[in-house]
C-alpha cells in the first residue's frame, strides 16, 4: 500500500505558472512509478506526466510537452510537477497516481491515488 500526500495547485492565469508536489509513504516498489492524471468537467481522465523514480524516465501526454516538467527527488520521495505556459484547458482536478511500472501506470491503478487538487487556469 502507498500514500500520496498532495500539495500545490489553484488558481493561475493563462500563461502562468504552477507546481504540484506528491509525496509518497509505504511500498515503495509500488511507487517506482508516479505522476499525475488530470479530470477536467465533462471529459475523460487523462495521464498527462508521470515519471520512473528508478530511473528518472519521464513521460508527457502531447497536450502537456514543452510547457509541463516532472521531477523527483529520490531521497524525499517526492515527485513535482512544474507547469508553465498555462491554457485554460489545463483546468481540472489533478490526482497523482502510483504503480510499479509505466505499464501498470498507464493502466490507472485500482489503488495508490492520492486525494487530487484542484488546477484553474482563467484567461
Known amino acids: 500500500q502507498v500514500r500520496l500526500q498532495e500539495s500545490g495547485g489553484g488558481s493561475a492565469q493563462t500563461g502562468g505558472s504552477l507546481t504540484l508536489s506528491c509525496a509518497a509513504s509505504?511500498?515503495?516498489?509500488?511507487?517506482?512509478?508516479i505522476g499525475w492524471w488530470r479530470q477536467a468537467r465533462g471529459k475523460d481522465r487523462e495521464g498527462v506526466a508521470s515519471i520512473t523514480t528508478t530511473t528518472g524516465s519521464p513521460y508527457y501526454s502531447e497536450s502537456v510537452k514543452g510547457r509541463f516538467t516532472i521531477s523527483h527527488d529520490v531521497a524525499k520521495r517526492t515527485a513535482y510537477l512544474q507547469m508553465g505556459a498555462l491554457k485554460p484547458e489545463d483546468t481540472g482536478m489533478y490526482y497523482c497516481a502510483a504503480a510499479p511500472s509505466y505499464g501498470s501506470w498507464l493502466r490507472q491503478p485500482s489503488t495508490n491515488w492520492g486525494q487530487g487538487t484542484q488546477v484553474t487556469v482563467s484567461t
Open positions: 509505504g511500498d515503495e516498489y509500488s511507487s517506482r512509478h
